[in-house]
């Protein structure tokens, strides 16, 4: 039966805390220590040539003609954002957007963020698996409860995992939290392709209704604040794709909902998710 308890250790609550506690510590730390760098970085970069902040960060981001140097950049900075918790991510994945425009933009972003989700799995598969356990239990319950969800419906654990992409949870939760199945990196990587491949609408579109206003600024050229200034379709696109994401997400949430009790025929007894579980509360 599915609630069946396996033989173990037992821990104690204390000791669970303290590791939640411990993992949630770390990586709020890997945030920090990365805004930290960030930091220094400006203040260094002011102190060399002190032109002002925002020209030196307009001129940073926004390079005057982009190439493919920049795109492998913002390639890069997308995968940080998957990688350390970071506020904001989704509003500064609209940036690529902005400066190359919207199918340049889902390009970059896409490739940015499946290269991040690489890293994130292959990290927290190998190194992160207990930690991530007691951090998403203690902290992230209703999180916990889905991926639970998915180790009892390992038959289709891919259009679980697929949805699970759509949950209104950080990026960090989903990207880390499926590192404590024990499934294949190829599955856990393709269940991310459908949801990436949303949000890098959403986000490039968002981001290229200002990629005309982005050029006139690199440019040096006056902004137009009036239609002209912006582009229609794009906040078409955009609107569209954010609905679109917000009413699935709605759908995944009662989907596990519905399913969340149900038991499996045949969920292995080798996943890591669901016997950690039960043991702890024993």
């Known amino acids: 039966p599915c609630g069946a308890r396996r033989g ?42 002190p032109v002002p ?6 001129r940073l981001l926004i390079p005057a003609e982009p190439t493919a140097v920049h795109a492998f950049g913002y390639v890069g900075f997308v995968a940080v954002l998957m990688i350390v918790p970071f506020p904001g991510a989704f509003v500064l994945m609209a940036i690529p957007g902005a400066v190359f425009g919207f199918l340049r933009g889902v390009v970059v972003v896409f490739g940015g963020m499946l290269l991040g989700v690489s890293v994130t799995i292959l990290l927290g598969f190998n190194f992160m698996q207990q930690p991530l356990r007691t951090w998403m239990r203690s902290d992230f319950p209703k999180a916990f409860r889905m991926l639970r969800t998915i180790e009892r419906h390992e038959g289709n654990a891919m259009t679980f995992l697929v949805l699970f992409r759509f949950t209104p949870f950080p990026f960090f939760v989903k990207n880390y939290g499926v590192c404590m199945l024990k499934l294949p990196f190829y599955k856990l990587l393709l269940s991310c392709v459908p949801g990436h491949t949303w949000t890098s609408i959403a986000c490039a579109s968002s981001g290229a209704i200002f990629h005309q206003s982005m050029a006139d600024i690199s440019a040096g050229r006056a902004v137009r604040l009036d239609l002209e200034g912006v582009n229609v379709l ?41 016997g950690e579980a039960e043991r702890s509360a024993a």
Do not use: K, N, W
């Open 234 to 274: 794009d906040m078409v696109i955009a609107s569209v794709s954010l609905v679109g994401f917000v009413l699935t997400g709605v759908y995944a949430v009662r989907f596990y909902e519905l399913h969340a009790e149900d038991c499996a025929e045949g969920a292995s007894e080798s996943t890591a998710l669901v």
């Open 8 to 49: 173990g250790a037992v821990r104690m609550p204390q000791d669970r805390e303290a590791e939640s506690v411990c993992s949630s510590r770390g990586l709020a730390a890997l945030g920090g220590i990365f805004l930290l760098v960030c930091a220094v970085v400006l203040l260094v970069d002011l102190l060399v040539d």
């Open 53 to 58: 902040l925002h020209r030196r960060t307009l």
